[in-house]
């Protein structure tokens, strides 16, 4: 062969038990973290569903690493670099033992996932461990402080978050109407809306007030009230906006129910309503999410997922 003739590089081919265990995975993550979607993705077809389990349990280890406080900011940053780094190599063809990575990358290629909404998806969980974080060194509630200022910077919060994977999800799902994807967008802004107003409490202990300075400026309610109260009433006007808010975006996943592929209808549609259910059931409890994580039963769930399995099979 000439000097001047390169062989290009062989591409890595993962074996059909290979992706298997892998898949397997990404399953057990799912069914043991995603309390509200992995109900969800038990409606849909096999393919598709371990496709879902692909990119949830990818998400969901970006999300440990961000979240991790035992891990100083800048080693948390630096791992969450690398761990996108090798997603880029196993993109490339080469070969990879990460479980999570070969099952997300046969996913990708099946469904045709554009490579930079999985990016998307890592440099989402980035945002709480960026330089000036006002809760990078001081996690005492005196030393909280609110992230976003306006409600248009936390949409693009949210839009980071949950939005990318709500646009990830319906190339999983299939649709070719493109009024699927502001629609999407507007349904993952739903979802975390939902689940910022149930983690009030938690997240605050964390250091972290996603509610909107101008929203609790509205409500004479200082950042620091977020993690010391226990006067639920006085959050009430505050959250019922919000949830109002949230109730707006979801009648856009009403919409966007009939743009996906039809074996994938009843999945959202489980996926939907049991977001609002959540939503509702705080409201039921007067936004009381100071004394105890709101959630909803298995029961609850079941019934949801009963009504969209019988959706699936009419």
Request: hydrophobic share 45%; aromatic share 10%.
């Amino acid at each position: 062969m000439s000097a001047g003739v390169q062989q290009a590089p062989l591409q890595f081919s993962a074996t059909s038990s290979q992706l298997a265990v892998a898949y397997s995975v990404c399953r057990s993550i799912t069914r043991s973290a995603a309390k509200n979607f992995y109900y969800a993705f038990l409606v849909l077809p096999r393919a598709k569903r371990e496709a879902l389990y692909a990119v949830y349990a990818f998400m969901r280890g970006c999300d440990d690493i961000a979240d991790d406080p035992a891990v100083p900011l800048q080693e948390r940053r630096n791992k969450l670099a690398e761990r996108l780094a090798r997603l880029h190599r196993a993109q490339a063809g080469e070969s990879t033992d990460d479980a999570v990575l070969l099952a997300l990358t046969d996913a990708q290629r099946k469904y045709h996932i554009p490579p930079e909404l999985l990016d998307q998806l890592a440099f989402g969980t980035m945002m709480d461990v960026q330089d000036g974080e006002p809760w990078a060194d001081a996690p005492a509630p005196h030393a909280l402080a609110v992230q976003y200022r306006t409600f248009e910077d936390l949409y693009e919060y949210c839009y980071r978050v949950a939005s990318i994977v709500g646009l990830v999800c319906i190339r999983v799902f299939g649709y070719h109407d493109p009024a699927a994807e502001p629609l999407a967008e507007r349904c993952g802004l739903a979802f975390q809306l939902t689940n910022i107003i149930r983690d009030v409490k938690e997240d605050a202990e964390m250091g972290r007030v996603y509610l909107p300075e101008k929203d609790l400026a509205a409500f004479g309610i200082s950042a620091s009230e977020v993690a010391t109260t226990n006067d639920a009433a006085r959050f009430l006007p505050l959250l019922a906006m919000e949830a109002e808010r949230a109730r707006n975006y979801y009648r856009a996943g009403d919409e966007l129910i009939p743009l996906v592929d039809e074996d994938s209808q009843p999945a959202l549609w489980v996926l939907i309503n049991i977001y609002r259910k959540l939503l509702d059931k705080i409201a039921q409890q007067g936004y009381d999410v100071f004394h105890g994580k709101i959630n909803l039963t298995v029961r609850e769930k079941l019934i949801i997922l009963a009504k969209g399995f019988l959706k699936r099979l009419a």
